[in-house]
């Protein structure tokens, strides 16, 4: 069980018992805070810095327990009930586990096929503000992808231009990828009404975004023809690496299962009607998965408290701008963004000199070097210009620490270091 105590609350109690001292307020947040306490107010001692992020692992006897067994392999009883589990919690039919999200996006175009009603153009429409995986993914199935632009207020597609691009160029398409960027959800009621309306499968990337709600019963991943989700070492819960596919669909999650395993056929050993990919998880892992199972609710309320929190203490620091929060106020890493009086690179570093650690953005795909002479001239959505919104993200934001052993006292000392970094980063 998570120690509450030791991840939700401070030492002193200001922070843990009684924050109406840090409600907003006209003058800077913490001149709420007694001078006193800023005065004296230095890194925690338990570290010697506080991490971008750090998992928590919680119980691991059902790793030891496992290795003792002997099953350490894909073989392992684990494997299936780590799966049934992780479906019963999204309330999904099929949960396929694989190496990475990387894989499990792989496995999910591979399931669902790039099929154009042209037949040899095969275009997927997917955020250009993504991490590399969602393009890599495509190109690996031979398809190509058209990059959309981030609404102006969000990290997340701008879903107007979604469909504009589409209507470019729809006799090529055959589907979308939509993610939920730092956990912060899509509206995936129009994206699959959309998708519904123009016969295009659609893909969830809610590799960052595991257990959060989109509405009042839904959780992310939950809306696409498939789904997946990442279980690497930074993520809600990890098993080291790993990931996982989700779908509804009995005869896709029989292909994801086929081709995740080689392609082997289950009525002849060592037959392959499929090209098939070594994608299998393992015993150990998902020793692991299952112990971090049983505490992701925790985990997830201690992300919403520090969303929260976050949230206040921030909210009156000037030349910075919050998240747009979804559905509710959660998010997997808790991003600012600065504007154009302050520059971010010395804001970082400030800030790493204070011991915290912290985290750029993503760069937009079109302009990553392995893609860029493709997009280079087909740029969207003209042949003008670049993804405006995208590129100011990467330019001006950065995420803080978001552990989910993130005490108050802890952000709490993020935040004034913040806003002392700011006000010496003025240009």
């Not at 009930?81 to 894989?103: P, Q, R, V, W």
């Not at 959309?148 to 090529?172: I, P, Q, R, T």
């Not at 930074?234 to 896709?252: A, P, Q, S, W």
């Not at 203490?313 to 600012?336: A, D, F, H």
Request: aromatic residues 12%; glycine residues 6%; proline residues 4%.
């Amino acid at each position: 069980m998570i120690n509450k105590n030791k991840i939700l609350k401070a030492k002193n109690p200001v922070y843990s018992e009684n924050v109406s001292c840090l409600l907003p307020a006209s003058e800077p947040i913490f001149k709420a805070i007694p001078d006193d306490v800023v005065k004296t107010f230095d890194l925690p001692t338990h570290k010697n810095f506080i991490p971008v992020y750090e998992p928590y692992i919680g119980d691991v006897s059902r790793v030891v327990e496992q290795v003792n067994s002997g099953w350490i392999s894909f073989l392992s009883k684990s494997v299936l009930a780590f799966e049934k589990k992780f479906a019963d919690f999204l309330g999904m039919k099929h949960a396929i586990s694989c190496t990475s999200g990387t894989a499990a996006l792989h496995l999910a175009i591979a399931s669902l096929g790039l099929k154009s009603s042209t037949g040899f153009r095969n275009l997927v429409l997917h955020p250009d503000f993504t991490m590399i995986a969602v393009p890599n993914a495509v190109s690996y199935m031979g398809g190509e992808s058209i990059l959309v632009d981030s609404y102006s207020g969000s990290y997340n597609m701008d879903l107007d231009l979604l469909e504009e691009l589409y209507e470019k160029n729809k006799e090529f398409v055959s589907g979308v990828i939509v993610t939920h960027t730092y956990g912060l959800p899509c509206d995936l009621y129009r994206i699959k009404d959309f998708c519904d309306r123009n016969g295009l499968w659609l893909v969830e990337d809610s590799a960052e975004s595991l257990g959060i709600k989109f509405s009042a019963n839904s959780y992310c991943g939950t809306i696409g023809d498939v789904n997946i989700f990442s279980l690497y070492a930074n993520k809600t819960i990890t098993t080291g690496e790993g990931g996982m596919v989700v779908t509804n669909d009995d005869d896709v999650a029989k292909i994801i299962r086929i081709l995740m395993n080689h392609g082997f056929d289950k009525e002849k050993h060592f037959y392959h009607k499929y090209l098939g990919y070594n994608y299998r998880f393992t015993g150990l892992q998902a020793a692991l998965g299952l112990s971090q199972l049983d505490i992701v609710n925790e985990i997830i309320d201690n992300k919403r408290k520090i969303t929260d929190f976050y949230n206040l203490t921030l909210s009156s620091i000037p030349n910075i701008k919050l998240p747009e929060m979804g559905y509710e106020n959660t998010c997997w890493m808790y991003g600012v963004e600065v504007n154009e009086k302050i520059d971010k690179d010395k804001v970082r570093f400030l800030l790493a000199e204070n011991g915290i650690e912290t985290r750029n953005f993503f760069i937009p795909i079109s302009l990553q070097p392995y893609y860029y002479g493709y997009y280079r001239g087909k740029a969207y959505p003209t042949e003008t210009k670049l993804n405006d919104n995208a590129i100011k993200f990467m330019n001006k934001g950065f995420y803080l620490p978001s552990s989910p052993s993130l005490t108050y006292e802890e952000i709490v000392y993020v935040s004034v270091k913040l806003q002392e970094a700011i006000e010496k980063a003025k240009y």
